[in-house]
């Protein structure tokens, strides 16, 4: 299993932005792809972004509203999570995950309330 980090969460007021990380443990070419999810309270965990070992990115549907963008330092070993403009509805546990095959690894999640 690949340790991640995730840190950056917190409470941010509506319009805000926030910059998540997650830092792994391996060497990120190792990873066939790291991404984020979130899951809301009451709620299934959702794909927001992902990249892949070569840098191509994916957003999914949570994400395309232009508010949201993935990057990564494969030096740092970390991906980012970059979010602005947020709004209430994007309260929920964001959690990176990497994937090595078909093995999925999760960080333990960190916070995000926008609430003014």
């Known amino acids: 299993q690949v340790q991640l980090v995730e840190s950056g969460g917190g409470l941010v007021q509506p319009g805000g932005s926030l910059r998540l990380s997650c830092t792994t443990s391996?060497?990120?070419?190792?990873?066939?792809?790291m991404g984020w999810y979130r899951q809301a309270s009451g709620k299934e965990r959702l794909p927001i972004a992902s990249?892949?070992?070569?840098?191509?990115?994916?957003y999914f549907e949570s994400a395309k509203d232009g508010r949201i963008f993935i990057s990564r330092d494969v030096a740092k070993k970390t991906v980012y999570l970059q979010i602005n403009s947020l709004k209430p509805e994007y309260t929920a546990v964001y959690y990176c995950?990497?994937?090595?095959?078909?093995?999925?690894?999760w960080g333990l999640g960190t916070q995000v309330t926008v609430s003014s």
């Open positions: 391996e060497n990120i070419v190792n990873l066939n792809s």
């Open positions: 990249v892949s070992v070569r840098g191509l990115i994916d």
């Open positions: 995950n990497a994937r090595v095959l078909r093995t999925d690894s």
